[in-house]
């Protein structure tokens, strides 16, 4: 078996982060028992804040900083966001909080490269998610986290000896993912042991009488001595992804970036279900308003977050903000099956559809649904009566063939002086027709010729006060 273990550093800070391209100065703070800094941005921490720090000293340091509560419900939340995402690329998938998520990946090496080809996948496809992450890669899962929690970037491949890698690996972190108490810890140092190497030398009796061999046992199962089963992550039915701003904004432009984050996500799930979506809503949550909800319509089916963010974009340029917005959460349901199609080389058949596709989304996005339109054929022999408008990929109704030649631009009827300039071609094509509607038609169609060469489509009127008419042109 190989297990890659992605962990979040400061969670409690991304889920704040991950939707700007730069916090500025921002904390977090824990505020029970006593309210103080849990984690802070770069910025902050140049300029004099310190993790555990009251809120009081941190403000007098940098009053402009911007303090957030710690929201355990949504660092659970984009930890299995994270696990969704995993999906993509494994589907044995475990959650292993509070800030790391493991996958089982031995029957995946072929398929994307290897081990090493494995992890850059893994860490290239991070990063449109906006979470920064370390990965370690070994033969059990605790070996795994522990690697990608002090020595990021480790691939340990299963062969003999490979458990020596975590020899030299500091001993606080048997606490980390395994339930060793601190005091064990303690006890620990107070016999002199510092690295996990340094544990073999121990009487397991001696540790056992003292109440300590959950270590042996943390040991072994690092170590793949020991069976240490996962539970597998089950991703939920419904897509639902929420993030949270680190301040109110007021003007759509930067939430163009944040959304790009959900749908980054949304594509992921996707991709691990083989499937696709014509429809999906992008909430924007407002302190004093009801949310804004936006829904995002694509011509069929499909996964791709480029084009979701696109469509996005069409619709938050032409929205105008009620309040300030506060978080935006991204809701999606009723996949239907897309699998993956092969590139062409010189590029597929359906391009150009593609292409007309993605136009007409962006029109609809931008405009509005009722605003674009098609033209489809009525059975009906007036020309002004033989057409109607309906939504664009509509089908039109049979209708009688018409075997004489009608003109691609039609207009309005225009009352001609004489058609003795004109030349006849082809005629008289009677229409006679409308009685039951009230706009009864009888008339003769011509194709003539003009002196300059054009072609026109006109007609003779037949009943009162009778004339000559243009009706349309030929191409």
């Known amino acids: 078996m190989l297990w890659f273990a992605l962990i979040l550093p400061d969670l409690p800070l991304q889920v704040f982060t991950r939707g700007v391209d730069d916090a500025g100065l921002l904390a977090v703070i824990e505020p ?29 340091v940098v009053p402009e900083l911007v303090l957030r509560e710690r929201d355990p419900a949504l660092e ?20 292993d909080p509070p800030d790391a998520v493991l996958l089982e990946a031995s029957a995946s090496l072929r398929l994307f490269g290897g081990i090493d ?15 920064t992450t370390t990965l370690a890669a070994a033969p059990t899962p605790l070996a795994a986290r522990w690697l990608a929690r002090v020595r990021p970037g480790t691939l340990v491949r299963p062969s003999n000896g490979w458990a020596g890698a975590l020899d ?53 199962r690092a170590r793949g001595r020991e069976p240490d089963p996962r539970p597998r992550f089950v991703p939920a039915e419904r897509f639902a992804s929420r993030l949270v701003l680190p301040a109110s904004v007021a003007h759509t432009e930067p939430l163009r970036f944040a959304a790009g984050r959900l749908f980054s996500n949304l594509a992921a799930w996707l991709a691990a279900r083989q499937a696709g979506l014509d429809c999906c809503r992008l909430h924007l949550e407002h302190d004093c308003a009801p949310a804004t909800v936006i829904e995002i319509v694509t011509g069929r089916p499909q996964r791709d977050a480029a084009r979701f963010v696109q469509l996005a974009s069409e619709h938050l340029a032409a929205l105008v903000l009620p309040a300030p917005v506060e978080a935006l959460r991204l809701t999606a349901d009723t996949p239907v099956a897309l699998p993956a199609g092969t590139p062409d080389l010189f590029g597929g ?15 609809h996005a931008r405009l509005g649904r009722d605003a674009v339109r098609t033209v489809l054929p009525v059975a009906d022999h007036r020309p002004e009566r033989a057409w109607r408008p309906a939504a664009p990929g509509a089908r039109p109704a ?22 003795r300039a004109l030349t006849l071609l082809s005629g008289p094509e009677r229409i006679e027709s409308g009685w039951w509607d009230g706009d009864d038609v009888r008339r003769d169609y011509f194709v003539a010729r003009t002196p300059e060469g054009a072609l026109w489509w006109v007609f003779e009127r037949l009943d009162s006060p009778g004339g000559w008419y243009v009706h349309g042109f030929f191409g």
């Open 32 to 60: 029970q028992p006593r309210a103080t800094i849990v984690a802070a941005t770069t910025a902050a921490r140049v300029r004099g804040v310190e993790l555990r720090q009251g809120v009081a000293g941190a403000l007098a």
């Open 76 to 95: 659970a939340a984009t930890l299995a966001e994270l696990a969704t995402w995993a999906g993509r690329f494994t589907s044995c998938v475990s959650l």
């Open 117 to 131: 080809g494995l992890a850059q996948r893994i860490a290239d496809a991070a990063l449109p998610l906006g979470l």
């Open 168 to 220: 030299a690996l500091p001993i606080e972190l048997l606490a980390d993912g395994a339930p060793v108490p601190p005091a064990t810890l303690e006890l620990l140092r107070g016999v002199g042991v510092r690295r996990i190497g340094e544990l073999a030398r121990l009487p397991r009796d001696g540790l056992a009488r003292r109440d300590a061999s959950v270590v042996t046992d943390t040991v072994a």
């Open 349 to 363: 058949k359906d391009d150009a559809r593609e292409a007309a596709l993605r136009l007409l989304d962006r029109l």
């Open 398 to 419: 049979p209708h009688p063939a018409i075997l004489a030649p009608r003109p691609l631009w039609l207009m309005q009827p225009r009352a001609l002086g004489a058609a």
